[in-house]
Nanobody
Framework: QVQLVESGGGLVQAGDSLRLSCTAS????????MGWFRQAPGKEREFVAV???????NDYSESVMGRFTISRDNALTIALQMNSLKPEDTAVYYC????????????????????WGQGTQVTVSS
């Protein structure tokens, strides 16, 4: 069973930046992608960003594109640099491993067998 640990969440003001990190205990598969989802209060979980196993390919939701950057430090660790944060970004951010993503656009089915972290709270005040 893969264990995922997120860190870096917190309370910031609009326009500020945060960097989230996630480390997996092991790789789900030899070429598993990792990524981030988020869930705001009263909202369903939504895709944020994904990065391929080798860090070459990635995809973002339209709402964060141009402001957030996903990166892979190694096979087990990814990060999400969040700039120009908005109150609408307030949510619990979840790290995922074992995503069946390789390139191009992400689809939700690619995360159907993924492992989820416990989440880290990001709160952006106006």
């Amino acid at each position: 069973q893969v264990q995922l640990v997120e860190s870096g969440g917190g309370l910031v003001q609009a326009g500020d930046s945060l960097r989230l990190s996630c480390t997996a205990s092991e790789r789900t598969s030899s070429r598993s992608a990792m990524g981030w989802f988020r869930q705001a209060p009263g909202k369903e979980r939504e895709f944020v960003a994904v990065i391929s196993w080798n860090g070459v390919d990635n995809d973002y939701s339209e709402s964060v594109m141009g402001r957030f950057t996903i990166s892979r430090d190694n096979a087990l660790t990814i990060a999400l640099q969040m700039n120009s944060l908005k109150p609408e970004d307030t949510a619990v951010y979840y790290c995922l491993a074992g995503i069946r993503y390789y390139r191009g656009r992400f689809s939700s089915t690619m995360a159907s067998s993924a492992d989820w972290g416990q989440g880290t709270q990001v709160t952006v005040s106006s």
